[in-house]
């Protein structure tokens, strides 16, 4: 594990600047920015049930990645439980780091200051080409990566974290072929491992160590 930043008591002092550039003397003392955790970016592959139930099973017992995102249950559910799992997870180390973390509803209004995490799931296919990452039959990938930005909310328009590079329809299908936004990527964090539960927490251990990081240059 890497090495914790500092104790909450200094992280007001040390990150005031982040927030604005003076303040008068009179003024009250400046708080620590807000780090919003926002839901990343997993794709559901498109799941038609056989009618059997023995080939169903067949199927969720072969054709399942058996790495960090295997499982038996639906798809649907489940991705919604990793993106969860993550947040969450990061949200919490954060906060333990010291800083003032707080996770984004899905689809909620950003605020004009403090900063947000954004991130997305991403495989690599034959062509080695990177693709959002799916949970679904057929998604047979077991090393995943997670490809993370840090945004500064006072920033008039945030770019995008990355564009599909398919022509037609098919660039908004599950797992479609991205290209990431090199201006606004932070960092890539390989996702690999038979136990889901201990992947994600420690994938969002090294984003936190990362984002701490990156807040405390951005201080001195």
């Not at 949200?91 to 333990?96: Q, V």
């Not at 945030?158 to 908004?172: A, I, N, R, V």
Request: a neutral charge; hydrophobic letters at 40%; proline letters at 7%.
């Amino acid at each position: 594990m890497l090495r914790r930043w500092m104790q909450p008591a200094v992280v007001a002092a040390s990150l005031g600047t982040l927030a604005v550039a003076s303040c008068a003397a009179d003024s009250a003392p400046l708080q620590p920015p807000i780090v919003y955790v926002a839901d990343f970016d997993l794709d559901v592959a498109n799941v038609k049930p056989d009618s059997g139930p023995g080939s169903r099973l067949r199927r969720f017992g072969s054709a399942l990645p058996s790495g960090p995102l295997r499982s038996s249950k639906d798809p649907q559910t489940h991705a919604k439980e990793i993106v969860a799992e993550m947040a969450e997870n990061l949200t919490d180390d954060l906060n333990k780091a010291g800083i003032d973390a707080r996770r984004m509803s899905p689809g909620a209004a950003l605020p004009a200051t403090g900063w947000q995490v954004r991130g997305v799931f991403l495989s690599v296919d034959d062509g080695n080409r990177l693709r959002r990452a799916m949970v679904g039959f057929g998604a047979g990938q077991t090393d995943f990566q997670v490809a993370v930005s840090l945004d500064d909310l006072s920033t008039p328009t945030l770019p995008p974290l990355y564009e599909s590079t398919e022509q037609g329809s098919s660039k908004d299908k599950p797992g479609a072929v991205i290209k990431l936004n090199p201006y606004v990527i932070a960092a890539k964090f390989v996702m690999a491992g038979q136990d889901e539960k201990s992947t994600i927490k420690n994938t969002a251990q090294q984003i936190s160590d990362s984002v701490v990081e990156k807040l405390k240059a951005k201080a001195q």
